[in-house]
């Protein structure tokens, strides 16, 4: 049966994490977006609290503790703080979280780096850039070349900060989905950074693979492959839960706003079109985040969650987005100015139905 109540652990980490938002993301996040960088100390405050270590193998110097339930908990958390710098701070997860689920005993000495006393970013390769690009079928191929691996083929929104020397490429090989992992140095590996519309603190890339190169021990799982079809459900899972965390952003912001906005003698929130707007917000982000919570369920229980991440992500992005351009609508004139936070949110928001795998649970 799912349990709806967080334990009393989850809701320390809800309290931690949304502390570390509201003191340490949300000061600095417009900076960030208009400067196009991402805060440096907030990254190693973030890996210092474990946000991503705790869930590792202790083989690897991690907590030993993984579990997508509070993983959702702890992406609604951050990104309310901000989307760009949450999923900067996850991106460590793009790559050790694969690795630690499946990767061989070679590819889990990688992982050490993941726990360190550095934060060390992660990079997944996943989406792209066609108009028909699907996450199941990717024209990126990998054949077989001797002891080696021959990747051709380009993929878009790749997660590029400094500091990573690793991006896990997913291929097809032979029909089948195929993780492999590349330096980013490696010869033939083409990077083009990206301007997007929204997170734009966050730097990504569009990346050509022109006969890269890999040995086979490159393949994520080696011989036995990985099962990438989880990988993709929990990275459904956990922009499902980033999207709530980005509308329950807008929301909020549109509520005080509503409150304090006067208009002939009393706040905007008291007439009847602005409540009822303000009161179906509510009701589709609580809706949005229950759908979250019981594909993570299902994560955590083992079970194939495929229809239940697909429904989750569709739903969540649709919600973000009506919310933020909702949270604009209550603002008026001043929703459309960068002076004020929904804007922010819808141009976040509007990036949920591209977004594929830019965080895992």
């Known amino acids: 049966m799912i349990d709806f109540q967080p334990t009393d652990e989850q809701q320390l980490v809800i309290d931690t994490v949304r502390q570390f938002a509201a003191n340490e993301i949300r000061p600095v996040a417009r900076e960030c977006e208009e400067t196009r960088k991402l805060p440096e100390k907030v990254l190693l405050q973030a890996h210092e609290l474990g946000l991503v270590a705790n869930a590792l193998p202790e083989s690897a110097g991690g907590g030993g503790d993984r579990s997508a ?59 792209e850039p066609r108009f028909d690009s699907d996450a199941f079928r990717p024209k990126t191929s990998a ?61 990504t890339a569009e990346l050509t693979l022109s006969s890269v190169r890999v040995p086979a021990s490159a393949k994520l799982g080696g011989e036995r492959g990985a099962d990438l079809r989880r990988v993709l459900n929990q990275g459904r899972v956990a922009l499902a839960a980033m999207a709530v965390g980005v509308a329950r952003a807008a929301f909020e912001v549109a509520r005080d706003y509503a409150k304090e906005r006067q208009v002939f003698g009393v706040p905007v929130a008291t007439k009847q079109a602005i409540a009822f707007k303000l009161a179906d917000m509510s009701i589709e982000i609580d809706a949005a985040r229950l759908l979250a919570w019981e594909a993570a369920w299902k994560l955590d229980q083992g079970h194939d969650a495929t229809r239940e991440a697909l429904l989750a992500k569709r739903q969540a992005q649709r919600v973000a987005l009506e919310v933020a351009d909702g949270a604009v609508q209550v603002f008026g004139g001043h929703g459309y100015i960068r002076d004020y936070l929904p804007e922010l949110h819808l141009r976040n928001a509007r990036g949920f139905a591209t977004f594929e795998a830019l965080a895992l649970v």
Do not use: H
């Open 69 to 127: 339930v509070t993983g959702v908990l702890v992406a609604e958390e951050l990104a309310w703080g901000d989307l760009a710098i949450a999923a900067a701070v996850l991106s460590p997860g793009l790559t050790a979280y694969p690795i630690a689920e499946f990767g061989t005993d070679e590819q889990k000495q990688a992982l050490a780096a993941f726990t360190g006393p550095r934060f060390v970013p992660g990079s997944l390769a996943w989406v």
């Open 143 to 203: 054949r077989r070349d001797g002891s080696d691996y021959v990747l051709d083929g380009a993929k878009c929104f790749v997660p590029w900060i400094d500091g990573g020397d690793t991006v896990l490429v997913v291929a097809s090989e032979g029909g089948a989905l195929a993780g492999f992992l590349v330096p980013r140095g490696a010869q033939g590996l083409g990077v083009e950074a990206e301007r997007n519309m929204g997170i734009q603190a966050l730097p």
